[in-house]
């Protein structure tokens, strides 16, 4: 039941399989269903990798550049159609062994179950209702974050949730748990997802809150830039450089398991396959073919695939 009874491994779930599987049948009473997100800050980013990468430019930044051909509004759309919710989020009162709770279920199918507006609206809304009900809150956290696309009304929702948390908890003494399953990072981990009562996630689960890193190619200094987010103490952050000269290819390698994916290296002369970030993350296998075509363009090397 979504757990590999081999290695213990869990599965992905959707908000709606969750919901089935954790509330008592015939009890789900969802809310908020019809607010769905507008485009605040009239956001779109229409960028084209069919066209012949520019061979002049002196550096290419993965760190900044995003695979996102659409307007914000088609992309909302798309998700809504692909997955039949109306935001990232699910949210609603249902009974759990016979006892009534408040209980919010993130879905990363939906955007990365990145927390826009409508989702700190959603769960705020559902922590008052609680409130003023006596009810225990559950929240079911699976989110890359806050929604890029909102800017900083997305970085709001932060501190809406934490504040109606905070009357939850320290002014009314009712009972919060959060679940925090794969992958929890970025502005959710920073609020809702560290503040619970008690707090529960799943073996091998991503909590986190920074991202890994960045890989910049310079041609005017003819070097490559790796920098990556590592534990903290001495080694808490670990930056590299090589020369341009030295890497001999790009490599995708095809990762078989309970998933396949494509991760993305490049061959240095000497050190290895180094694994490039934010390039195989969430992209399809086209989309992973296209970045690393561009980058062998950009460094005249050829492109391998294993």
Request: charged share 25%; aromatic share 10%; hydrophobic share 40%.
């Amino acid at each position: 039941m979504y757990i590999c009874e081999f290695c213990g491994y869990h599965l992905k779930m959707s908000s709606s399989d969750r919901i089935e599987l954790s509330i008592d049948p015939g009890t789900w009473d969802p809310m908020d269903e019809d607010m769905v997100s507008v485009d605040p800050i009239e956001f779109d980013s229409p960028v084209e990798f069919d066209e012949e990468p520019d061979s002049d430019r002196d550096h290419i930044d993965f760190s900044e550049e995003e695979l996102d051909s659409d307007s914000y509004i088609d992309r909302i759309d798309s998700y809504q159609r692909k997955t039949g919710l109306t935001e990232a989020v699910q949210t609603g009162i249902g009974q759990l062994n016979g006892i009534p709770v408040a209980i919010g279920v993130m879905d990363f199918q939906f955007m990365g179950g990145s927390m826009g507006s409508v989702v700190g609206e959603k769960i705020t809304r559902l922590i008052e209702y609680a409130t003023n009900r006596s009810l225990p809150v559950i929240i079911v956290c699976a989110s890359g974050g806050a929604r890029m696309q909102e800017g900083s009304l997305s970085l709001m929702q932060m501190a809406k949730i934490s504040s109606a948390l905070y009357n939850y908890q320290l002014d009314k003494k009712l009972f919060y748990v959060a679940i925090l399953t794969d992958p929890t990072t970025g502005g959710v981990t920073a609020s809702f997802a560290m503040l619970g009562d008690i707090i529960i996630a799943e073996p091998n689960a991503t909590i986190a809150f920074a991202g890994s890193g960045y890989d910049r190619f310079d041609r005017k200094e003819g070097r490559v830039c790796i920098f990556r987010w590592g534990f903290p103490g001495i080694n808490r952050r670990i930056f590299l450089r090589f020369l341009m000269r030295d890497i001999q290819s790009i490599r995708i390698e095809v990762k078989e398991g309970l998933y396949t994916r494509r991760v993305l290296y490049m061959e240095i002369r000497g050190q290895g396959a180094i694994p490039l970030t934010r390039t195989d993350e969430n992209l399809t296998p086209r989309e992973i073919e296209q970045k690393a075509a561009e980058l062998a363009y950009f460094l005249r090397i050829p492109m391998e695939v294993l």
